[in-house]
């Protein structure tokens, strides 16, 4: 196996993954697999059910929050305030309602490019990765269930939530495979380039979060010396795309059309600049 693409997780930052799709149909660069969580999850799935890039850019732009998710604050306040069970603070039937209508799992259960998704088992805490001839809308719904704003999913049964609890970049999937050529989709500015200490305590809380988002990555990538380096022999080639900014705690749930096109045009121009500097540039 060649080439992969890893899909993080981040809610309505998502947008900023199509606009590095775009870059990377407009210089022929297909993936044999593609690993996604969360919201990373649902792009992989419409890219893998063959949608073209400008098909989902529309949907992105077309759905705003109350396609995505309804407020359910009294129910949650209910819950935490009188100690009774768990409510979430999201309901997720309008997400459920727009995956069902405008994915077609026919054609992803078809597709030539492998897409692997992560959900965690709530029970266990244990990490389930799933491939495209199991994937269902249940999954999606698991893989992309973040705590607490979103109600826990079931899977044949089983409880699941956000796979991003565990690994919000998958990149471990792809270096387990010992694929070549491995390009990376951040949607956190932590850890891909050095950033001022925290100046107050919203900057600081947003930098912990942003610390979790990138966990999984900063620990699945090898250090490329003494033993680790021959773990991973022929040494993957792996290039990341990543916001050039913090976008702040309100983006992860703002899908308004202002975002999604703000973050699509970053998506496109990050990765025109980013991987152009790693040689990845349009040919013809």
Not at 30 to 54: H, K, R, W
Not at 241 to 255: H, R, Y
Request: hydrophobic share 45%.
């Amino acid at each position: 196996m060649k080439r992969a693409l890893i899909l993080s997780g981040g809610g309505a930052r998502g947008a900023f993954q199509v606009g590095v799709w775009k870059y990377l149909r407009e210089i022929n660069w297909t993936p044999d697999l593609i690993c996604g969580t969360s919201i990373g999850a649902i792009n992989a799935a419409a890219i893998g059910s063959g949608m073209p890039v400008e098909r989902l850019a529309d949907l992105w732009r077309t759905h705003n929050r109350s396609e995505i998710y309804r407020l359910k604050i009294l129910h949650f306040l209910k819950s935490a305030l009188r100690g009774k069970p768990l409510k979430s603070l999201l309901d997720g039937a309008p997400l459920r309602s727009m995956l069902t209508r405008n994915l077609n799992m026919e054609a992803l259960r078809q597709s030539p490019i492998e897409i692997i998704i992560s959900a965690v088992h709530l029970a266990t805490g244990r990490l389930h990765l799933y491939n495209q001839a199991v994937i269902e809308i249940d999954h999606l719904m698991a893989s992309s269930a973040m705590p607490i704003l979103f109600p826990w999913q079931p899977i044949r049964g089983e409880l699941h939530w956000d796979g991003g609890v565990m690994a919000n970049s998958p990149l471990f999937i792809a270096l387990e495979r010992k694929v070549e050529e491995i390009i990376v989709v951040l949607l956190s500015p932590v850890g891909h380039r050095p950033l001022p200490p925290p100046a107050s305590l919203r900057e600081g809380l947003e930098l912990v979060f942003e610390h979790f988002l990138i966990g999984s990555y900063q620990t699945a990538m090898p250090l490329f010396n003494g033993q680790e380096a021959a773990a991973f022999s022929p040494q993957p080639r792996i290039s990341v795309v990543a916001p050039s900014q913090m976008l702040g705690f309100a983006s992860l749930l703002n899908f308004s059309t202002r975002q999604v096109n703000r973050l699509i045009n970053a998506g496109y121009h990050n990765a025109r600049r980013q991987l152009g500097q790693k040689g990845y540039v349009i040919t013809r």
